[in-house]
């Protein structure tokens, strides 16, 4: 009998093997991994209370490896087979983001760690879209489309077979775990060479560039990783100085004291050469674009009161301007209309804002039990006997997707597509439930207070 590897391992090996490819893939990657390294470095040998408190949550070590991805499947069956595989890894469906409002003709989930302990051993996410056919109007291409993905197998057979084994055992070997995820890469590997002719792709194109993104080629290629700058703007700086042509506008809450969900910045998708073959099966050149790059800066998780002041004030901002966040004054608005979002920790959670962790200082430990049990969380942090630190934001924002989305989609791209949020459908086509963020932070909060009183 050999011993089962824990899903965090596999995890860890899934995400290094994934950085290793893209870097080899996509080398403008590994120059982002080293500046957000750079940057990341400084940020903490000026700002010792950062560091410390890092140490403390245990995000120094996980720093250097987080990283978040993004593909984009055809069919709820292989939304269904990915989510099978991504749980053997430890990675869970969070969150539910209808994109159809920004235009784009998916909805989508990120498949991340539940716990904090499986956090800390490694974030890694992948958020992952799902073609929504059905919007297509144009009947005869959509059939086209829907035969062209039913052909299509992502998956190598011995994925498959591990798969299988994994599911039937409960879990996978070291060495079954290293060739699952070998097998498991080959999904997500970029292919020059399309599946469909050129006319096909132009037609596909047609429709959105994303039907041809996610139709034309073998499987979900990776589209991106993002590693997460602790000072974006200074990233977004150096990016600009090096030559990287980034986005000129940083998506998400502006930059304060007490940063705030998520935010980030990416640079245009690569035009890519493409070969496509023709009716007889000959190769024609061509180019696509799908790859781009991102980096992010993560703050404080925001509990529903907090994450809808967020959502009023960032709507303001945008409908104000017009459309959306493009014209040159919008970093000033933004700043503008969130000085009304409280910019401490002690007011953030006081109106209680966002989720924060407790922990008991030297002193509370010294207390007796009964008598902490008698004082709020709250109490305790007044008089010195605990101490908190922000929960960090694990998730994304549909908002910010959006942004992202249209950028390396080649900017202005705007359907309007009668539809609405169906967190249903995509869970049956998935096969399973998406789990609720907020509950999980308020999880994260709650165990933190019931070990105070402990
Ligand atoms: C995904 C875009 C969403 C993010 O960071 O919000 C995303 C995509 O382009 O496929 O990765
Ligand atoms: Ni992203």
Redesign the pocket.
Known sequence: MTAFVSPDRIRGLFAQAMSDMYRAEVPLYGDLITLVGHINNATLQRDAALAERLQRTGETERLDLER?G???VGTPAELAMLGRVFAVMGMHPVGYYDLTVAGVPVHATAFRPLTEEALAANPFRI?T?LLRLELIADATLRAKAEAILAKRDIFTADARTLLAQAERDGGLGEADAQRFVAEVLETFRWHGDATVTLETYRALHGLHRLVADVVSFRGPHI??L?PRTLDIDAAQAAMLERGLQAKALIEGPPRRAVPILLR?TSFKALEEEVAFPDATGTLVPGSHSARFG?I?QRGLALTPAGRTLYDRLLAQVRQAGGAGNTSADYPQRLAAAFAEFPDDEATLRREGLGYFRYRLTDSGAALPAAERAGMSPDALVDAGYAVVDPIVYED??PV??AG??QS?LGGGEQRAYDAHANQDAFEAALGAKIHDPFALYQQAQDASIAALRA
């Open positions: 978040h993004a593909i984009r958020f879209s589209n991106h993002t980030q991102e992010e994304f924002l910010s997707a992202i989305f390396n």
